[in-house]
C-alpha cells in the first residue's frame, strides 16, 4: 500500500545484513586462521632451502663435533679411546645443542622471513603480531620434539645394537647408553624437530629413502651416513687382532662419526643439483 504521501513505505531491516563491521571483523578473523595455518604448513612440510644454508646448517654441526673433541682433549685429556662413556657424553650433548640452535635460528628465520607467507602487510599489524607468535610456538614446539626424540631414538639405537651383537653387561651399559644417545643425535633428533610426528615423511626419508626437497636431503644422508659408518665400523670388532680400538663402542663410533661428516657433504652436493633444478624450471 502507500502511504498518504503517495511514496512506498520504508523497509525495515531489523539485522538481516551484516554491517562493515561485521564483514570487517570476519574477514580479520579469517585472515588470523589462515595465517596460523600457513605458518604451520610452513614448519611441517618439506621446504626447499639454499646450498648456502645447508652449508651453513652442516658446519654448525660440524662445529659442535669439532667442539667437544677439542674439549675431550685438551680440557679433560682423554678420548674414544681411554674414557669412551664421557667422549661420547661431550659430542652428544655438544651436537644437540648445535642442532638446538639451527633449528632455534634457521628455522625460526625461514618460517618468519619477511617473504614468507605468514607476513602480512604493514596495514594488518595485528595479524603479524598472531604470526610471529605462532611460529614462534611452532619453533618452540619443534625443539621440544628434538628433545623428546633423543631418548626415544637412543633406546631404539640400543635395542637394535643389542639385537646385532652388541655387549651386554654393567660395565658396558654407560657406553651403550652414550653412544645409543650420539646415535640418535645422527638420526632422530633432527628429522623429529622438522616432520614431527607425520608418518608419511618418515616413511618415505627412512624406509623408503625418497627425498624430495634439500631439507629433506639434508636429514635424510647424513642420518644414513651415520648409520652405514656404524655398521662398517662394526666389522673389525671380532677380529683378533687384540687391539684397545676394537673394544665397543670405539670403532662403531669412528664410524659412525666418518659416516656423518661424509654423508653430510654428499647431501650438500645433492642441495646443490636440487637447487640449480628448482632453478631453471623458474626460468
Known amino acids: 500500500m502507500l502511504e498518504p504521501s ?9 539485522g538481516t545484513e551484516p554491517t562493515h563491521g561485521g564483514r570487517d571483523e570476519g574477514k580479520e578473523k579469517k585472515q588470523k586462521k589462515s595465517s596460523i595455518a600457513k605458518a604451520s604448513n ?5 621446504q626447499s632451502l639454499s646450498a648456502l644454508q645447508v652449508f651453513s646448517i652442516h ?43 639451527v633449528v632455534l635460528f634457521f628455522l625460526y628465520e ?9 607476513r602480512e602487510s604493514n596495514r594488518h599489524t595485528s595479524l603479524q603480531l598472531v604470526s610471529t607468535q605462532s611460529s614462534t610456538v611452532l619453533v618452540l614446539e619443534s625443539c621440544g620434539r628434538g628433545i623428546l626424540a633423543l631418548p626415544v631414538g637412543a633406546l631404539v639405537n640400543a635395542l637394535g645394537a643389542i639385537v646385532l651383537g652388541a ?12 653412544w645409543s644417545l650420539l646415535m640418535s643425535s645422527f638420526m632422530f633428533v633432527p628429522a623429529a624437530s ?9 616413511q618415505r626419508i627412512f624406509a623408503h629413502t625418497k627425498p624430495n626437497e634439500s631439507l629433506e636431503y639434508m636429514i ?3 642420518a644414513h651416513g651415520a648409520l652405514i659408518g656404524a655398521w662398517f665400523g662394526a666389522w ?48
Open 110 to 118: 625461514f618460517v618468519c622471513s619477511p617473504s614468507s607467507d605468514c
Open 220 to 222: 635424510c644422508i647424513p
Open 236 to 283: 673389525p670388532m671380532p677380529l683378533d687382532w687384540e687391539r684397545p680400538w676394537q673394544d665397543w663402542p670405539i670403532c662403531v663410533t669412528y664410524g659412525a662419526i666418518t659416516g656423518y661428516l661424509v654423508a653430510m657433504v654428499v647431501s650438500l652436493g645433492f642441495a646443490l643439483v636440487h637447487g640449480g633444478r628448482q632453478h631453471l624450471k623458474r626460468d
Open 59 to 101: 658446519m654448525i654441526c660440524g662445529l659442535g663435533l669439532a667442539i667437544a673433541l677439542w674439549m675431550a682433549h685438551n680440557l679433560y685429556s682423554i678420548n674414544v679411546i681411554s674414557d669412551p662413556s664421557c667422549t661420547l657424553r661431550l659430542i652428544w650433548v655438544s651436537l644437540s645443542l648445535s642442532l638446538d640452535f
Open 167 to 178: 655387549p651386554v653387561g654393567i660395565e658396558y651399559l654407560p657406553k651403550t647408553i652414550n
Open 42 to 46: 610452513a614448519e611441517n612440510s618439506s
Open 194 to 202: 622438522v616432520f614431527g610426528s607425520s608418518s608419511s615423511h618418515w
Open 6 to 14: 503517495g511514496r512506498e513505505p520504508a523497509v525495515q531491516n531489523h
